[in-house]
């Protein structure tokens, strides 16, 4: 092998270790890019909601660095808490903290010992609390108290128990939604961020035991600033519509139905009640009726004297009693009113509507969607049943909903239709749905997202831009060595043969 050959045989080694460099190189960096150097890490997180009839505990998870998508957290299980909600235990605000114990047994038991103690966990109370603490402070705080007491003395990373304004529960059940759906930002098969095409969002219709919630985005901007709420995510800004009507929840409608008939039969006894159905008696005590900040009370009175409803099976009389429940006339921003003087615009686009919306429908057969006459005959034709007849059509019901169905239902269509203005037009925009993609609908899952910076102001395009200019520009010039490489050992092969 003459000096030359040594030569060429030396360059030739250099330039071919290159190329195998370049060659390593090129496969790790679309290995990193691509992130599959590693599985990622599962994590989750954990969101209680302590509604004012009941608490559930929800347990989320996601591919640890994915969560930009939108769409990859999901639900792994909801646990629902025995008993009532936690602003019931006013009284003994310790027994608070203790229902919450199973729940959080299995859940601590669903997630694997070295996730947990990275695992978020957060309390949200919503209109339970909220009437709680307009009438006694120092008792909600102690409830609250007891609960954190409780949840700290698990492994979980817990970042506070608070109670909700009606306007953050009302914008976290529509950024859940939308967030199901994918609606804000999508995850292209080219690699790129995209924000969806035709912008189609979903409004959020919740109804509560104490308070009810409606969010959508309006056609065009927010007139009153009491009732937006703007969202600046993925870095876009959403200026969404959203109201809480505190005392409107299922639960504390009912109650008022109940005062408003007692008080216009002038507490002769037994009180005729057109939504409950024939033959079904329910005793109360004053005090049952009218412990609730949502009950204007007049004058005094003895609150052990029981009271007496008896249903009479009279959907035209429900229907004139429920309207009582809300004042139409009083309107300073006409024609955009909801009721009781509150700015609303005309609704817009589709709606997904869950909680007691959900319950009630489903119970009907009118889940998801039925046609607006065929949900009128199916309420006319239900509380025209007596009790004996309605309990023996639904033997598997618990008796403290099946009493409710008629009035509740009756409730909710004059709501939605004269309080929220939807009409023969639009009624087949109201999805009654308690589910998407396998996980519950509620504020749950937008307060996590939010508070633990799951959906980032920014857009993901704008915070990686840089990082994927420079990808490109390091991809092409181990692409370019790893050429030259190749080029440099073919001429020299070329050059000698005996190479
Ligand atoms: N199976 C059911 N049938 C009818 N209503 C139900 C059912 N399960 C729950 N609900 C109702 O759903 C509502 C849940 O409200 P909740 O979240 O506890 O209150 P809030 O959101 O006002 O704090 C209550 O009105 C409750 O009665
Ligand atoms: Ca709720």
């Known amino acids: 092998m003459g000096k030359l050959a040594v030569k060429q045989y030396l360059v030739g080694t250099v330039v071919a270790a290159i190329g195998c ?13 691509n992130n599959l150097e590693l599985p990622p890490d599962i994590q989750y997180g954990m969101v209680i909601d302590a509604g004012s009839t009941h608490t559930a505990l929800y347990l989320y998870k996601w591919p640890g660095g994915k969560e930009n998508n939108t769409g990859v957290v999901s639900q792994v299980l909801v646990c629902d808490v025995e008993g009532p909600g936690i602003s019931s235990y ?39 609390m909220r009437l709680l603490q307009m009438q006694n402070v120092t008792q909600a705080e102690r409830v609250m108290d007891e609960v954190t007491k409780t949840i700290k003395k698990y492994p979980f990373d817990f970042k506070g128990a608070r109670i909700l304004s009606g306007t953050e529960e009302g914008a976290y059940g529509w950024i859940t939604i939308n967030y199901l759906l994918e609606g804000f930002i999508k995850y292209s098969f080219e690699g790129e961020w995209l924000k969806p095409k035709g912008g189609k969002f979903l409004g959020a219709l919740d109804m509560g035991g104490s308070s009810t919630q409606i969010s959508f985005k309006p056609k065009d901007p927010v007139k009153d600033p009491t009732s937006a709420a703007h969202l600046r995510l993925y ?22 139905l109940q005062v408003y008939l007692l008080e216009r039969n002038n507490i002769s006894q037994p009180v005729t009640h ?26 005094t009175f003895d609150s052990k004297v029981s009271v007496t409803f008896q249903g009479s099976s009279n959907p035209i009389q429900c229907l004139v009693a429920v309207k009582t429940l809300f004042n139409f006339s009083d309107c300073s921003f006409a024609p955009d009113c909801a009721f009781n003087g509150v700015y609303q615009p005309p609704v817009n686009g589709n709606f997904f509507a869950f909680s007691a919306y959900y319950y009630t429908f489903d119970f009907l ?61 639009n009624w087949n925009n ?55 490489s190749i080029v440099v050992i073919v001429i020299l092969c070329a050059w000698n043969p005996d190479y």
């Open 430 to 484: 109201i999805f009654f749905q308690k589910k998407v993609a396998d996980t519950d609908i509620g504020w749950t899952l937008g307060y996590m997202l939010n508070l633990s910076s799951l959906i980032p102001p920014e857009h993901p395009l704008l915070i990686t831009g840089v990082q994927q200019e420079q990808w490109a520009a390091g991809v092409f010039f181990i692409v370019f060595a790893l050429f030259l």
């Open 90 to 128: 006013a009284p003994d605000p310790p027994a608070a903290g203790q229902s919450l114990t199973t729940c959080l047994d299995d859940t601590e038991a669903a997630i694997p010992t070295s996730q947990r103690r990275s695992a978020p966990i957060y309390l949200g109370a919503t209109a339970g």
């Open 235 to 256: 870095g876009f800004d959403y200026s969404v519509y959203t109201h809480s009507y505190l005392c409107y929840g299922k639960d504390q409608a009912m109650k008022r």
């Open 365 to 425: 057969g009118l889940a998801p969607q039925a046609p607006l006459p065929q949900v009128n005959s199916t309420i006319e034709t239900f509380c025209k049943k007596d009790w004996a007849t309605v309990k023996a059509e639904h033997p598997g019901v618990k008796e403290k909903y099946l009493l409710d169905y008629c009035a509740s239902a009756n409730y909710m269509m004059t709501l939605l239709q004269e309080g929220y203005k939807f009409d023969q037009s």
């Open 21 to 33: 460099m370049s060659l390593i190189a090129l496969i790790l960096t679309l290995a990193k890019h």
């Open 274 to 299: 057109p939504c409950y159905h024939q033959d079904f008696t329910l005793t109360l005590t004053l005090d049952d009726l009218y412990n609730s900040p949502c009950i204007e009370k007049t004058g």
